[in-house]
């Protein structure tokens, strides 16, 4: 079934980890008819987590894109992880919806997931709605929770439903305020029941709230509310819907997922109150052109998110101008190939099935796309742009990765190159300097999920190890010495004879010179010299780290005029190397980097102790746009290998942090003798 923009809604769900947005997004499969039986985490059966990873450790790690049909209209549900290792799924599912609903325990409160979830739907303009979910659990609390909400986020948080509790403490059903009518749920249907008196003064005091979000929405709703006058039940979900579309009116709604209870009143929400794709943030060109919603406008899709297993690879997209069809042939804008979709996919979590085509708005897949990765656009020819894409943070957690089995290095690199067509969020590099394959991403759950994927999909068992820091070493008084290559063994022997005069540079590059008077050093040698010298600064003597800021002057010397060869004075420079840096007073420089940590102002004492201990250097302090407090500061990138960890646990993961490589500078004299006893120890070790 093909349907019309109008119909369709494409709504994210958000929250911190283990607030119930899977078990929220299978109790609307289940109830609508998307899936025959309701899944449940703990069994490992829900359409959402269908990986194994999601499956052991009973968490959403991936965006899973579901669907389900409702009241003539299809709701393309957008279930995000909500740890956040993982919150790049959470910027794919962004890009593509028109609204999000904010799922909070009842137990919980607001958490820092929930305030990071409102943040970015607030920095991205989106509708937001919140749902309190698990009303069933022990010490879970609705009024609690909203009164927390209202206290957070202001009288824009408009209560929409309330649990009727029974004498025993059990829920027993939910109060619609709007329409003022209770319901249970039996057999996956809603069953009305009266509204307990006992609830009278409580149902009023919540009708009130909402009655004072509706009349903020329109000068006559205010008009009407201050002359007495009761709002119509019209009224109210026309006051409610230009408050959720205008971002001035967050709808607070609850439930619980594994009875149903909640879920129908929210998917009537969904459809009644929040924007469909023709409502959503228009979609333009670069230029600001607007692009066409009509079924002939030309095609363009934006791949939000790949999905990669042994069987090939799912680009998802979202039609953001025209609509596309089986065998349509779009441009990829970004390389200028062309891609034909010769199947056309609607997802539900890894399972597809084939469509015919979809609309403006929609939300689908194509498979086996050559040349397209996540963040593209694909374009008809006849207009041919590139779309906004997906923004990750950048990667701030590095570990070294090893195989257990030597020589298997090859399968490692293979097989997060595989997975990095679905992940974005991570990097993976050969460091040549420290001889480590180092694996970046956003902490340390993300990480030993790849490397639990790299056992299970491609059959490699890795280990992490800290990553080593990329040190140098410079000398910092000049010497002269001489480095004479003497040997003789039958027939022509080899000699080189030369003088260096080793100073500190200016430059990180070595500087190679030559004051050489009477031909003592014949110039035909000179860039043997300088390759000698070259070889060996990649190696310092006091641990094996490169030589910067060196100058080196080829000053005397002399030759053999049958025993000279390039060789021979390249053999002398390295001799003449290895007798002079040592004699230079050598020290060993650490990267500094600039660290700019964004936290909020209650956490300012903690953060500027465990900078101290880190050896770093605050630079100052100022106020965001969001109230929030950033602390500049430079750091040794050698004290920083756990700092995403560390800020995590020092903040409640509230605070976040960017960091750069500055500059070289030469490390205290315990931390040299420390790093030279470490190299001492690799180079025992291999």
Do not use: W
């Not at 009537?268 to 023709?278: E, H, K, N, R, Y």
């Not at 006091?542 to 390039?566: F, I, N, Q, R």
């Not at 950033?630 to 942090?657: C, H, K, N, W």
């Amino acid at each position: 079934m093909t349907y019309t923009s109008d119909a369709i809604r494409n709504i994210a769900l958000l929250g911190h980890g283990g607030n119930g947005k899977t078990s929220l997004a299978e109790s609307i499969l289940y109830l609508t008819g998307a899936v025959d039986r309701l899944g449940k985490i703990s069994d490992g059966n829900t359409a959402g987590d269908s990986d194994s990873e999601e499956i052991k450790r009973r968490i959403s790690i991936s965006l899973s894109t579901l669907s389900a049909d409702y009241r003539g209209g299809k709701i393309n549900i957008l279930d995000t992880p909500g740890y956040f290792d993982f919150a790049g799924e959470v910027a794919q599912a962004l890009r593509v919806a028109e609204s999000g609903v904010v799922v909070c325990g009842a137990k919980d409160g607001v958490t820092v997931g929930l305030e990071k979830s409102y943040k970015q739907l607030h920095d991205r303009k989106l509708p937001r709605a919140f749902y309190v979910s698990k009303l069933d659990e022990e010490n879970g609390s609705f009024d609690g929770v909203y009164a927390a909400l209202r206290e957070k986020y202001g009288a824009s948080v408009c209560p929409m439903t309330a649990p009727i509790t029974g004498d025993s403490g059990k829920i027993e059903g939910l109060v619609d305020l709007i329409n003022r009518k209770a319901y249970t749920i039996e057999n996956g249907a809603r069953k009305e029941i009266p509204i307990p008196e006992s609830m009278g003064s409580r149902i009023e005091t919540l009708c009130t709230a909402l009655n004072e979000s509706v009349a903020e929405t329109s000068e006559a709703l205010m008009d009407k509310y201050f002359s007495g006058e009761e709002f119509t039940v019209d009224e109210l979900k026309t006051g409610v819907r230009t408050g959720v579309r205008e971002l001035t009116l967050f709808p607070v709604y609850c439930g619980c997922a594994y009875t149903g209870l909640g879920t129908l009143t929210l998917l009537d929400a969904v459809i009644d109150l929040f924007p469909s794709p023709l409502d959503g943030i228009p979609e333009t060109t670069p230029d600001g052109e607007p692009l066409g919603t009509g079924p002939d406008a030309p095609a363009a899709v934006a791949v939000y998110k790949t999905m990669s297993d042994q069987y090939g690879k799912f680009s998802l997209f979202k039609v953001i101008s025209g609509s596309v069809r089986t065998d349509s042939a779009l441009i990829n804008a970004r390389t200028g190939s062309s891609e034909k979709l010769s199947h056309i996919y609607k997802m539900q979590g890894k399972k597809s099935a084939e469509t015919r085509e979809l609309v403006f708005g929609d939300l689908g897949a194509a498979s086996k796309l050559s040349d397209t990765r996540t963040g593209d656009t694909l374009c008809d020819a006849k207009k041919v742009f590139e779309a906004s894409g997906v923004e990750f943070a950048p990667p701030c957690y590095s570990m070294a990765i090893s195989p257990k089995t030597k020589g298997q290095e090859d399968k490692i690199a293979s097989g997060l190159s595989r997975l990095g067509e679905e992940d974005r969020t991570f990097t993976f590099t050969n460091n040549v300097e420290t001889k480590q394959m180092v694996l970046s991403g956003a902490g340390d759950i993300q990480l030993d999920v790849l490397c639990a994927k790299l056992r299970d999909k491609f059959g490699v068992e890795v280990a992490l190890s800290p990553a080593r820091v990329a040190y140098r070493e410079k000398i910092r008084k000049k010497v002269q010495v001489r480095g004479r290559h003497k040997k003789q063994s039958g027939g022509h022997g080899q000699f080189g004879d030369v003088v260096i005069d080793f100073e500190p540079g200016e430059e990180e590059e070595l500087v190679f010179a030559e004051s050489v008077f009477g031909g003592s050093v014949p110039k035909n040698f000179f860039p043997a010299v300088e390759k000698g010298l070259r070889d060996s600064i990649q190696r310092g003597v006091l641990a094996g780290y490169p030589v910067v800021y060196l100058k080196a002057t080829l000053v005397d010397g002399s030759y053999h005029p049958v025993d000279s060869s390039e060789m021979a004075f390249k053999t002398a420079a390295q001799l003449a190397y290895k007798e002079g840096i040592p004699k230079a007073n050598p020290v060993i420089l650490e990267p500094i980097g600039y660290l700019a940590v964004t936290i909020p102002d209650t956490y300012m004492g903690d953060i500027m102790s465990d900078l101290s201990k880190r050896r770093g250097s605050p630079m100052g302090m100022n106020l965001n746009a969001d109230g929030m407090q950033v602390v500049e500061a430079e750091v040794p990138l050698g004290e920083m290998s756990s700092y995403a960890i560390d800020l995590r646990s020092m903040t409640q993961s509230r605070g976040t942090f960017t960091i750069r490589f500055e500059r070289y500078e030469e490390a205290p004299a315990a931390v040299q003798a420390k790093i030279i006893e470490e190299a001492k120890a690799l180079a025992e070790a291999e």
